[in-house]
C-alpha cells in the first residue's frame, strides 16, 4: 500500500470518530498535499542571520522588507503565479479572514516596525510571483527569527519546520552557533523532511577564516543530527557557504534544491507525509487515553463540569441576541464572521479546559469584504451552541444508562486504538 493509500484510510478512520475532527482534517491536509505534489521549503533560523535576504537574492528581486534590527514578525508563504500586474498577495488573519493586498503594501504587515508585536492579528501572507525556482510547484516560506519575540505571535518556526518537506536552516559567520539553534535542530529534525544548511555573510570573512569556521559548523551539525563525521550519512549533510547580500553561492543551493526537488520530489513527499502522519498518530493515541481519563472522572466532578458548560452556553446564547442587525451607521455589521471565529475559538478552549480533550472547529477561510449579516451570525452560533451540546453529551454518553452502549464505545475506542498502531505498522514500513 503506497503512503497516499494509508492517509486515504487515516482520513475514513477518523470521520467516524467525533473525538478525532482535529486529527481528521490534519491527515486531509496531507493527502491534498501527496495529490498536489507541492513541495514546501521553508527557511529557518535566529533572528538576523539573514533569512529574508536570501529568499529575495534567491527570487532575484527585493520583494521582502529586510533590516539590521529584527524584522520579519509574520510568516510569508511565496509560489508561483501571477496578478494582473505582476506580483499578487494576500494577508490571512488569525481569525479567518483574508484580503488581498498591493505587493508594494506588504511591508505594513510583515514588519515589526510597522506592524509592532502583530497587532493586527496577521496569521500569513501570502505571495505569488514568477521566479523560475517557484515553476516546478515549489513553496518558499520566510519565517521570524526562532526565539525572537516575533515567534510566538505567528505560528511558531518550530511548527512549520514540521509542517515543511525540507528546511534551509540558516546560520552566519558572525555568531557562532548558539544553544537556541541547536535546542532547535534537536526537536524538529526528526521530522523535517530534508535540511539544507546555510552558513551566510561569508562577504565579511577571508578564506582562511570561513574554511576553519565551515569545519566547526559541520562538526556541531553533525552532532546535533546524531551522526558520526566519518560516516556515509555525514556526507549527505548539505552546508552551503552563501553571502545573501552579494548573491554569492545563491546558485549552488537553488540548483541543489531543485535537484533534489526533480528527481527525488515524490521521495521527499512520501517521507515527510509519512513522518506526520505518525506524528498525528501518536497525537491520536494521547487524545485517546486523556478521554478515557475523563471518562473516569467521578459523577459529580462531572456534572459540575457539564453544568459550567451549559451556563456557558446559555450565557452565550444571550449575548448573541444582544447584536443589533445594524451598526450605529445603519450599515450591516461589519466581520461578524470574524467574531463568530472567535467564538467558535473560545468554544475550544473551554471544552479542552473542561474536558480535557481538544474539540476542534474548521475556521472558514473568508474574504474580508464579504460581511455576514447580524442575523445569519446568530443562526450560526446558534447551530454551532446545539451541535456542541449534542455531541459533548454523545462522545461523553452523559446521563446514558444503558450498560450495552457504554461497553460498545470502550470498545470502539479499542478498535480506534488498534487501528492507529496497524497504521503506525505500514507506515514504517513505507518510509524505512
Ligand atoms: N554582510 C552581510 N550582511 C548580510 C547578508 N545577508 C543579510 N545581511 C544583513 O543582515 C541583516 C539582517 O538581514 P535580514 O534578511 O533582515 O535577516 P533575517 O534573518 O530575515 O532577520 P529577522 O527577520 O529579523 O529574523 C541585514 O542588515 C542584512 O543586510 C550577507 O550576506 N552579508
Ligand atoms: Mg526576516
Redesign the pocket.
Known sequence: MDILEITKKIQKTFEQYELCRLQEAQVKELALKLEKKGVTIAVI????????????SILGKKLL?????????AVTRIRYGKGERGEKAKVYYKNGLYEDVPVADLHKYIS?QENHENELGVAEVEILTESDFLKEGLVLV?T??VG?V?EKNSKSAYDFARESDGVIF?L?V?SPVNQIEVDFLKSVRRFAGKFYFTV?????VDEEDLAEYMEYCNALICEIMGLDPGEEDAKAIKLIP?????N?GIEVLTEMIREDLLNKAAEIMRQSVGLKLLDILKNTSAQINSYREVLKMAPNVFNRRFAEMNELLLQQRKEAEKIPDKDSEGKPKKYLRARLNEDKTFLSMKVRDLFGIEYFYYVDRSDAAEFLSAGEYREELVNTYDELEQTLNAIFMYKEENAYTVARRIEDLNILLRDMRKYSRQIKENII
Not at 242 to 246: E, N, V
Open positions: 533560523g535566529q533572528f538576523k542571520r539573514g533569512k529574508t535576504t536570501m529568499v529575495n522588507p529586510t533590516g539590521i534590527i529584527p524584522i520579519t514578525a515589526e520566510d521570524p527569527g525572537s516575533h540558516m552566519s558572525d551566510n555573510k561569508i562577504d565579511t552563501i553571502s545573501a547580500r552579494k554569492l
